[in-house]
């Protein structure tokens, strides 16, 4: 069995921050893995230790400034990662969902993993579509927002929890292959082990250019173009109750119910 | 020459960064006040490697040079010197045993230390006993097939929770010269006649276990004799180069610590209605704090770099980074307390701990007199007397 899990490097922005043309100003940004992309590794490396041959393989799009992100999925314990870059992609450009997901399911169609896993959002786009928009272009079913899942491999079933609004809980049955996007909490993301990072760096960390993968720069047509970046103006407007828990839990419960929330 | 740690260092470095920040700094306060050992903090550590990390891999551990110890050593006692240290001691007295221990010896004593299972520790001090290391009287006799031993050891990291001891005895009294006649002997704390006695209200490292050892008629099998009969004082003395290069690590890390708390309080305590990282007087410590750090940095990563590849330069180098490095530790903790003002000077903010915690690196594994004497001897050419 084969899992596929996407992993992105996110961009995390000082509080203090300026803004420079389309990016963040490079002085105040650091680089890591995407927080909901380590629950998604944890996943798929908790399957490949309760079942027997699984592979784990971590797919990247990404300049070669990813590779120590990349690593860290790799001393976590998944067992090769592939890389896509070329040439006529642009460090900072924005791509859109669609266009991530035509270069993830050309990965997917080379790898033709049984089950694909990625994270609900990434935590500097936060557009939350590409793991659905891969399932939608590769034809195969999906569960969004998964908090728990126990797989049937036998079967080629996987029971989730999908997280719904309001606290409700979906439980479904996802046939395979299927792509799922994964919730953060799912489960207790380990830290790399110092033996595990040993290892990584001795694991297979394939690079692909869009010829690779079967593509060409067409591909990267988006009718979505990013055109600006601004902060947005804050206003203040935060009441601070102070009291006692029971005075200041009456103040609130009044506002919200003035305001219609509570009823 | 290159200054740049690998990618795996690099990678090392950042992970050990993550685990500090989340599973021992939130509670280091605690464990400070109440002196406990961290037992569940060092297990989680144990979990991803941290007990083993110099341990040879053939015994369970992962084998990391020293210069990699140093990285890791360096983040711990930045996240809190005391629970940094009860994580690097597991190991403590590992290193003669990797050295001059017997195949069986090395399977009993290494491989539970490096998946979490045991603790162990080294006993040199003793009451009367400190930078005169030859001096020390902890008798070992031979009776039949086993050793008989009387004394006590004083000062002893994991004393009253280790599982087992290297303890340096004198072994034949009668041997010439002052640096013959002593043994390593591995004496573990189950045997009748140990008794471990903690030492509570020290200054700093609290949350690291200390203890005085009393050992009275304890019966160990000959075969707990590590390497030679007689030549325990130069086997220990082997790897001072190497424990004092880790104290250096350490240093630096408590030095890095109470630098990147200063820098962010000065960033955020407003006065004169602007942060006082404006006043050229704090910006003037922190450039100062932060130099120190670096420069006992190179001299640290030098000397680790030297005991894994050039030791013919290591002693004077290993004495002079514990001795600066140390130095600059309680300097850039008494700057950092400085900056916090009344607030540095109550445990709601860590340097109150670091300023009391950097001061043992100028004491344990040889005092910084000691350090001084070695670089001078080194410098004349002296011998050891």
């Known amino acids: 069995m084969k899992v596929l899990v996407t992993v992105k490097e996110v961009t995390a922005v000082d509080d203090e921050f300026e803004i420079d043309g389309l990016g963040i100003d490079d002085r105040y940004v650091t680089a890591d893995l995407n927080e909901w992309d380590e629950y998604a590794v944890e996943e798929a490396v908790q399957l490949s230790e309760s079942l027997d041959d699984v592979e784990v393989v971590t797919v990247t799009i990404g300049p070669s400034d990813a590779e120590e992100t990349i690593r860290q999925a790799l001393a976590k314990g998944a067992d090769r990662a592939i890389r896509v870059w070329d040439d006529a992609l642009d460090d900072d450009a924005m791509l859109d969902p669609a266009t991530k997901a035509r270069l993830l399911a050309a990965v997917a169609e080379q790898e033709d993993p049984d089950l694909i896993l990625t994270g609900v959002q990434s935590a500097d786009d936060s557009l939350g579509a590409t793991g659905v928009t891969l399932a939608d272009q590769l034809g195969t079913e999906w569960a969004a927002v998964v908090n728990a899942l126990d797989l049937d491999a036998q079967a080629g079933v996987a029971h989730v929890h999908r997280e719904l609004e309001g606290g409700v809980e979906e439980l479904t049955d996802v046939e395979l292959p299927a792509v799922l996007t994964i919730q953060t909490g799912i489960n207790d993301p380990r830290y790399a082990s110092l033996r595990g990072i040993r290892q990584a760096q001795s694991k297979e960390l394939a690079e692909k250019t869009l010829a690779d993968i079967g593509l060409d720069a067409t591909a990267l047509d988006s009718p979505i173009e990013q055109t600006a970046l601004y902060e947005p103006e804050s206003e203040g407007g935060a009441t601070l109750y102070e009291g006692t828990p029971e005075e200041t839990a009456g103040e609130l419960a009044g506002l919200l119910a003035e305001r219609g929330v509570g009823q | ?385």
């Open chain 2, 1 to 385: 020459m290159d200054f740049d740690l690998t990618d795996e260092q690099r990678q090392v470095r950042d992970e050990v960064r993550r685990f500090a920040e989340n599973e021992i700094k939130p509670d280091a306060t605690e464990y400070d006040t109440e002196e406990k050992y961290p037992r569940e903090i060092v297990e989680q550590a144990a979990e991803i490697g941290l007990t083993g990390a110099n341990i040879p891999v053939e015994y369970g551990g992962v084998g990391y040079d020293t210069l990699t110890n140093a990285i890791i050593a360096e983040e711990l006692f930045a996240a809190d010197p005391g629970i940094g240290l009860c994580i690097q001691s597991t190991a403590f007295g590992a290193d003669a045993l990797v050295g001059f221990g017997t195949e069986e010896q090395k399977e009993a004593f290494l491989e539970p230390v490096a998946t979490g299972d045991a603790i162990m520790g080294a006993a040199i001090s003793e009451p009367d006993v400190g930078s005169d290391v030859s001096s020390v009287s902890t008798r070992a006799e031979k009776d039949g097939d086993e050793w008989v031993i009387n004394g006590n050891k004083m000062w002893i990291t994991n004393g009253s929770i280790g599982d087992y001891f290297v303890v340096l005895c004198k072994t034949d009294p009668e041997a010439e010269g002052r640096y013959n006649g002593f043994s390593q002997i591995v004496v573990e704390a189950d045997r009748d006649g140990f008794e471990a006695d903690k030492i509570t209200g020290k200054l700093g490292i609290r949350a690291s276990d200390t203890a005085e050892l009393i050992l009275d008629d304890v019966r160990v099998p000959e075969e707990n004799l590590v390497g030679t009969r007689g030549a325990g004082f130069l086997q220990l003395m082997q790897f001072f180069d190497e424990t004092r290069t880790g104290v250096a690590a350490q240093a630096v890390g408590i030095a890095k610590g109470a630098a990147e708390r200063a820098l962010d309080y000065a960033e955020d305590r407003e006065q004169f209605s602007k942060p006082i990282s404006e006043f050229q007087a704090i910006q003037h410590k922190l450039s100062e704090m932060h130099t120190q750090v670096e420069a006992a940095r190179m001299l640290t990563y030098k000397s680790a770099w030297s005991v894994d590849n050039e030791d013919d330069q290591l002693t004077m180098l290993a004495s002079m980074a514990k001795e600066f490095a140390s130095r600059v530790a309680v300097e850039v903790a008494d700057e950092a307390v400085q900056i916090h003002g009344g607030a540095g000077y109550v445990n709601d903010f860590d340097v109150e701990r670091f300023y009391r915690d950097a001061k043992i690196t100028q004491i344990y594994e040889g005092t910084s007199e000691i350090q001084k004497n070695i670089i001078a001897r080194e410098l004349l050419g002296k011998g050891m007397t």
